[in-house]
């Protein structure tokens, strides 16, 4: 496999050429972003923590705004008088979705790879899309699902291969725009902290290089599951995790995290028990629904914000709202589990 990073960006994908070739992405472009960044609840006199609700994208998750850059970058880059473009990149839920999604709104067939765990409910999403599908046995994990993707490839070059774990300006589009839309939102603040989940690593790496330019102290800190987590040793298993963010085993880092100019970044492990627990946990709190992942940033930011003092600011990331099955196994996982808000 290939694990070197290419496409560095000045800036988040120009969507111009995109949005002219097919205006039918005007309405998804015009709701894209700009989501509100709310107060969530904290631990007492430690900081305060605000979510960015990415939730609030046009198909539901923040996969929507990297799905898109990336879209329109091919799209820049491709010479349609040389034939169709037909997209295809590694996904084991939301960026495949979105990819699916923005392929049937502008006809560009898109062929997705992924887990043969992946829920039924996806699987059918991206058929009901019109997309390609290869399933890869889940006991290979992230890296069976990235080799796969690069071997079809290499057979068919008419395929353009996103790369979404690899492709800077998955990382851009977070610098450049959902960072930037936070410092906008902080009002001339800064944020004392910054916590995401650890997928691709572009949230967590992009909005990182947008905060710190107000605070070169910024704390940062990933959220990573228990079962595997970031840089472990361990090879791939079949445990449940929360969706959306897991280590690739056997050492193996995701490349985005390695180029962050950060020394011994902290990880916080949150287990799919712990996190579907914190999804009812704060849906009971607060009345606002959140994923897995969501949950696990939560108490990842109030691990942090615990070691913070109350005039400091975390700012973490909730990726989707995740569903009503999930939160209903959080409620018995809830009532063994330590709750997050004590």
Request: aromatic share 10%.
């Amino acid at each position: 496999m290939n694990f070197a990073l290419y496409n560095p960006q000045n800036g988040a994908p120009n969507p111009e050429k995109a949005l002219r070739m097919f205006p039918q992405l005007s309405e998804f472009h015009q709701h894209l972003g700009q989501t509100p960044l709310m107060p969530v609840p904290g631990p007492k006199g430690g900081a305060r923590i605000l979510a960015k609700c990415e939730f609030e994208n046009p198909f539901g998750s923040v996969k929507d705004r990297a799905a898109f850059g990336l879209f329109c970058d091919a799209i820049n880059q491709h010479d349609f008088s040389q034939g169709q473009l037909k997209l295809l990149d590694a996904s084991g839920g939301n960026m495949g979705r979105a990819l699916a999604m923005l392929g049937k709104l502008c006809d560009i067939p898109v062929h997705l790879v992924v887990p043969d765990s992946s829920p039924d409910t996806l699987i059918k999403a991206l058929y009901d899309a019109r997309a390609d599908v290869t399933l890869v046995d889940r006991q290979h994990f992230l890296l069976g699902l990235i080799a796969r993707a690069q071997d079809i490839a290499r057979r068919d070059p008419g395929w353009t291969l996103l790369s979404q774990h690899l492709n800077l300006a998955n990382v851009a589009v977070h610098q450049y725009q959902t960072g930037q839309e936070i410092r906008q939102q902080l009002h001339g603040g800064k944020a004392d902290g910054w916590v995401a989940a650890v997928g691709t690593g572009g949230t967590l790496s992009g909005v990182y290089a947008a905060l710190v330019q107000d605070n070169p102290s910024l704390k940062v800190q990933g959220t990573t599951p228990w079962e595997l987590p970031f840089g472990t040793m361990a090879p791939p298993n079949g445990k449940n995790k929360f969706a959306g963010a897991g280590g690739m085993g056997f050492g193996f880092r995701q490349p985005f995290i390695t180029r962050m100019p950060v020394d011994d970044l902290p990880f916080f492990k949150v287990s799919w028990e712990d996190a579907l627990a914190a999804m009812f946990e704060f849906h009971q709190l607060t009345g606002v629904r959140i994923g897995a992942s969501s949950a696990a940033n939560w108490k990842s930011a109030y691990h942090l914000a615990r070691s913070m003092g109350p005039h400091e600011l975390v700012v973490t990331l909730f990726a989707d709202a995740g569903s009503d099955s999930d939160r209903e196994t959080g409620q018995e996982f809830f009532n063994c589990n330590e709750p997050v808000h004590s």
